[in-house]
C-alpha cells in the first residue's frame, strides 16, 4: 500500500458517512479536508481524491491532475457533469448503484497488485472420505510459509468445516454466513478478520463454513478468490465434488484443480463421475492419488484410469487420523501429506508460468 492516503473533500454529510463507509470496508485509511483551499497541501500527492458535489462546484484553485471522482448522491444531472468536465473529473459514481466501484478504487490503492499474482488451486475429492479437505489444509500451511503467504477457502458446506479439521471451531472470526461480499475485496482488511491457524512461525487465515447456513455465494466467493490471488496469496479452495456456481467458478479459474483420489477401482469410478463436469471447465487437472492397493494397483496404474496426469503419490501418514481426531492437525515435515503438498504446488507453478508464457 502506498504511504500517501486517498484526500477526501465532502461537505454533505450524508455522501461523507458513504464514502467513509466504504472505504472501511475496503481497509482504506483517508485523508479529510473541509475545502479546496485546506486540501491544496495533499492535492498533487494523494494517490486518490474523492470530491462531492458541493466540492466540486466550488471555485476551482487547484491544478488539474488524474485520480479525481466526484461522488454523488443519485443519477448525476447537467449541473453535475458540466462541473465534472470542467475540473477534469475521470469518473462520476453515483452513490448507492455504483458503491462497488467506489469501493474497487479504495481497494486498488490498498492492494497494489503483486508480481507475480498468486497461485489459485481447487481440491476436490474423487469419492467421499477421499482425504481432499486434509489435502487442501497441507497445501495452505505449506504456501504459507513461502513469502506471499496463502488462504484457505472452505466451499463446502456439507464437509464438517475446515476450522473443525484444524482444531479452531472455537477460534473468534467470521465464517460463510457472515461473509456476504460482492465486487472489491481488501485482501488485508479480508486476512485480518479471519481466524487463524498459527504453523511454523507464520498464521494462515481460514474463511469456514458455518455449522448453520448456506456456504459461499458465487460473487462472494469470487471476490475473496480475486483478492487473495491480487495480493500474493496462495488461495487454495476445497471445493464440493458437486460443484454448484460458485465452486464452478473457481475450477475455471485455478491455475490447476487436484482431485483427490484413493488407489481404489470403485474410487477410480466414483472419480470419472466427478471428473466429467470439471473437464467441461478446465483442463488444469491433476491427480493425486492416496492409499495403498490391496490388489497391487500403482498410483501411476491408478492416473492412468482417469486421464489426468499423476502429481503426488500419497501413502498413508501413521497418526494422521488420530491427530485429527483429538483436534491437533499438523504436518510432518518430511511426511507424506507435507510431500504431496510440495509435489503439488511443484506443479502449479508450472501451471501458472504456462499460461503466463
Known sequence: MTEERPLVVATDETVLDEILRVAAVAGCELERAPDLAVARGSWARAPL???????????????????????????????IWEHAYRRGVERVICLPDEETDLAGAFADIVDTPADPPGLVLGVVGGRGGAG??????????????????????????????????????????????????????????????????RHGGTTLPVLACGRDGEGPGAEALAAVVAAGRRSGRTVVCDLPRTLGDAAGEVACTADLVVVVVPIEFRACMAAKQVLRPLSQLTGRLGIVACGRSRA??????????????????????????????????????????????????????????????
Open 49 to 79: 481524491v474523492v470530491l462531492d458535489e458541493d466540492a466540486a462546484a466550488r471555485p476551482w484553485v487547484l491544478p488539474r491532475r488524474p485520480g479525481v471522482l466526484l461522488v454523488c448522491k443519485g443519477s448525476p444531472d447537467d449541473r
Open 296 to 357: 497391487g494397483v500403482s498410483a501411476a496404474q491408478t492416473a492412468g484410469l482417469l486421464g489426468p496426469p499423476l502429481l503426488a503419490a500419497m501413502p498413508p501418514e501413521r497418526g494422521l487420523v488420530a491427530a485429527i481426531e483429538r483436534g491437533e492437525f499438523g504436518l510432518r515435515s518430511a511426511g507424506p501429506l507435507a510431500c504431496a503438498a510440495a509435489d503439488v504446488l511443484a506443479a502449479a507453478r508450472r501451471e501458472a508460468r504456462v499460461a503466463a508464457s
Open 132 to 197: 481432499a479437505s486434509v489435502l487442501a489444509a497441507a497445501l495452505a500451511l505449506t504456501a504459507g510459509r513461502e513469502p506471499g503467504g496463502a488462504l484457505l477457502v472452505d466451499c463446502d458446506p456439507l464437509g464438517g468445516g475446515l476450522d473443525v479439521l484444524l482444531g479452531m471451531e472455537k477460534t473468534p472470526g467470521p465464517r460463510w454466513p457472515e461473509v456476504r461480499l460482492t465486487g472489491r475485496v481488501s485482501a488485508p482488511a479480508l486476512a485480518a478478520a479471519l481466524p487463524h491457524r
